[in-house]
C-alpha cells in the first residue's frame, strides 16, 4: 500500500516504513509531522482517489535529519562581453520516515432520524 501526499507545492509517492526528502517542513530532528492533503491511495481494489483530497486521510511520519543536497554549479555567461558569473547551490531537505498511512471512516451518526417517523 502507498500514498501520493501533497507538501511544499509538490507530490511524493510514500509508503509505511521507507523514508521521503522533502522540502523543509520548519520542524526539527525527531519532530511528527502529519501529511492531511493525500491525494490518492493506493491498496489493490480498495484505492481511493481523491477531488482534490482523499477524505478523512492522514499520512504520520517523523523528521529524521535535516540536510542539504549535492552542490550543483550555476553559470551564466554573455558571449562577446565579458561577463561570466558562476554560483553554487544546495538545497535543503528534510529526510521524514513514514510510520503509518490512515484512512479513517467518517463517523455514522445514528439516529439522525429519529424524529421523523412514517
Known amino acids: 500500500m502507498y500514498a501520493i501526499v501533497e ?3 509538490k507530490q511524493y ?6 523514508y521521503v526528502d522533502v522540502e523543509l517542513l520548519g520542524e526539527e530532528k525527531d519532530a511528527k509531522v502529519v501529511f ?3 491525494v490518492m491511495i493506493v491498496n489493490g481494489k ?3 482517489v481523491g477531488q482534490p483530497y482523499v477524505a478523512n486521510a492522514k499520512v504520520e511520519g517523523t523528521v ?4 542539504r543536497a549535492k552542490k550543483i554549479i550555476v553559470y551564466k555567461q554573455r558571449p562577446k562581453k ?3 558569473k558562476k554560483q553554487g547551490h544546495r538545497q535543503g ?3 521524514v520516515m513514514i510510520n503509518k498511512i490512515r ?9 439522525v432520524n429519529e424524529g421523523a417517523e412514517a
Do not use: H, L, N, P
Open 93 to 95: 531537505f528534510a529526510r
Open 7 to 9: 507538501t511544499c507545492g
Open 13 to 18: 509517492q510514500v509508503e509505511e516504513g521507507r
Open 82 to 84: 565579458g561577463y561570466r
Open 46 to 48: 480498495k484505492s481511493k
Open 103 to 111: 484512512t479513517t471512516a467518517a463517523k455514522k451518526t445514528e439516529g
Open 36 to 38: 492531511d492533503k493525500v
Open 64 to 67: 529524521m535529519k535535516i540536510d
